[in-house]
């Protein structure tokens, strides 16, 4: 059995150790010391990283009392050894693993929603609670989190009997009964009590800081996203910068960037508008081309196809108005977007002509679907290339 030097001093950073075991497994070696600083991943917190001697320690695991250190090269069992920590990783892991502590304490303090789930991983960190909060409350709630770590509140490690742990239950957020022996309860001054196997900084100003990132509805409840410590103070930084260089392209303050933003679209809306006007005026023009050429079927109806290349169903239903005021009219209109064939059939006034029916030969001849009434009838399909060639064989067939 190793010797768990992290669970009564989250502060050693390092130690002298003896070699008790080298094996090795899928190209690693697996290396056993009588003593260890190491915390091997366990409880939603992530392994430590460092070195042993020169070698580099990867990744740490707990397997039936027994603490491995994953390694790319072996060591002779038996020597001494100095078994070092990556401070920084494990400080950010401290730091990550009791701000996690302390916000889902907030939340059940504040709001009674409790942690359901706790996930870490090099880029993220989150809480999963059973009850849906607002971004108010959890502004609330970090701020909380924050005048406690700020409080600079002493963290500490009891071990108890569970029929003397039992007693706390009411000012822990969470206790299992099924949990039997003795059990490492960790505290926060005037705030979170629980039972726990991390590691944890001996006082909460450590965390420096709490940010919650983003929350979002999950199983009833929600999931909140959030960094601490140098996590972060580096997103803050990125995203300082991000919007430092936006504020800039637009000439503006960064206060004032999303009201730029707004600005520019509406702007931008504007013109979109201006221009789709004069491309309607455009086709009305082609209409007017398109109906002087057009040809006749045995009934003495005149066919008038008209393609609109880069229009929409949207679009079709502003130019349909166009045709029917003609009389003696069969319209077929058929827009086309690289997406999407949207197309329609519509009887001019005082035309005697069913669309149904020729919704039918379009459906055919697009590999589409569509229906509608017998003035009127729309349908589309996938996009395809070769569309104004479809269209005229269309009109061919019905002018036959
Ligand atoms: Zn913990």
Not at 106 to 120: P, R, S, T
Not at 145 to 174: C, F, G, H, Q
Not at 185 to 206: K, L, N, Q, R, Y
Not at 269 to 285: D, I, W
């Amino acid at each position: 059995m190793t010797a768990k030097l992290f669970e009564n001093n989250s502060m050693l950073k390092e130690c002298e150790a003896i070699v008790t075991a080298c094996t090795q497994k899928d190209g690693k070696y697996l290396i056993e010391l009588d003593k260890t600083v190491f915390f091997p991943e366990g409880g939603g917190q992530l392994s430590d990283k460092g070195k042993i001697n020169d070698i580099i320690v990867e990744h740490v695991s707990e397997k039936e009392g027994h603490i491995y250190h994953e390694c790319r090269e072996p060591l002779p069992v038996g020597i001494p050894v100095k078994a070092v920590l990556d401070w920084s990783v494990r400080l950010d892991r401290m730091q990550q693993h009791l701000g996690e502590h302390i916000l889902s304490f907030a939340c059940w303090k504040l709001f009674e929603a409790h942690n359901v789930g706790f996930h870490m991983n090099e880029d993220s960190v989150f809480i999963d609670l059973d009850k849906e909060l607002t971004e108010e409350d959890l502004l609330k709630a970090e701020l909380f989190t924050n005048e406690i770590i700020w409080d600079n509140r002493p963290v500490s490690v009891d071990y108890m009997a569970s029929s003397e742990a039992v007693k706390l239950k009411d000012k822990m957020r969470k206790f299992n009964e099924k949990l039997t022996g003795i059990l490492r309860i960790v505290s926060v001054e005037g705030a979170d009590i629980c039972t726990c196997c991390g590691t944890h900084p001996p006082f909460t100003g450590m965390i420096g800081s709490v940010k919650v990132i983003r929350h979002e509805k999950h199983k009833g409840g929600c999931r909140v996203e959030f960094l601490c410590g140098r996590r972060a103070l580096l997103d803050m930084d990125k995203k300082n910068s991000t919007l430092l260089k936006v504020a800039q392209s637009l000439s503006t303050k960064p206060e004032l960037v999303p009201e730029h933003i707004e600005k520019l679209k509406a702007d931008m809306q504007t013109q979109l508008e201006a221009v789709k006007s004069k491309l309607l005026a455009m086709k009305e023009k082609q209409l007017e081309e398109i109906m002087a050429v057009a040809p006749t079927d045995a009934n003495g109806v005149k066919v008038v196809a008209w393609p609109l290349d880069g229009f929409d169903a949207k679009d079709i239903k502003a130019f349909i108005p166009k045709l029917t005021a003609h009389e003696n009219t069969l319209g077929l209109l058929v827009a086309a977007k690289p997406e999407r064939i949207s197309y329609a059939a519509v009887a001019g006034a005082n035309t005697s002509i069913d669309c149904r029916a020729v919704m039918k030969e379009l459906n055919a001849a697009f590999a589409g679907r569509g229906g509608g009434k017998s003035d009127c009838a729309q349908g589309g399909s996938d996009y395809c290339a070769d569309w104004e060639a479809k269209l005229a064989a269309v009109v061919e067939k019905l002018v036959q």
